[in-house]
């Protein structure tokens, strides 16, 4: 399993945590939106959108689910996720593909924000997340005939 708290229970309802984004074509554009709005990340690295405007929305609370409760934020769990990626057998499904870029995106602001150290170890997870996402995309295409 790659993202294991994608399978908690929530605690208001006897449902799983496994919400989804991208199910058409404007759920990808809105997705950007969310992303090129500007995004919040806190001291205690909760992300928020900062667009009033688009924060209200339905959506941006899956966002906000997805990214507060899911997608891992140490860099020892990014790691994890990163050595279990580069070991998958299949093509991934959207969910895994869609918190991946999401992690990504995590990894990019503290890869930015960090200094020495710190900045080449979260600069490394995000190398590690980028090569394991193109091979996920190049995989159908790698395939040898039978």
Not at 4 to 28: C, H, M
Not at 54 to 80: D, G, H, Q, V, W
Not at 113 to 138: C, I, P, R
């Amino acid at each position: 399993m790659l993202f294991p708290a994608a399978q908690r229970f929530k605690r208001s309802s006897a449902a799983f945590l496994n919400p989804v984004l991208q199910n058409s074509l404007e759920d990808v554009v809105l997705l950007y939106e969310f992303l090129l709005a500007e995004l919040d990340i806190d001291k205690g690295q909760r992300i928020s959108i900062k667009d009033e405007e688009l924060a209200s929305l339905r959506k941006a609370a899956e966002f906000n689910t997805i990214c507060n409760e899911i997608i891992p934020k140490s860099i020892t769990e990014i790691r994890r996720l990163s050595s279990r990626l580069s070991s998958y057998p299949r093509v991934l499904k959207k969910e895994d593909f869609e918190r991946t870029v999401l992690t990504m995106v995590y990894t990019a602001y503290r890869a930015a924000q960090s200094h020495g150290h710190q900045k080449h170890t979260w600069a490394e997870s995000f190398v590690s997340l980028y090569k394991a996402l193109k091979n996920d995309l190049m995989l159908p295409y790698n395939k040898q005939p039978s």
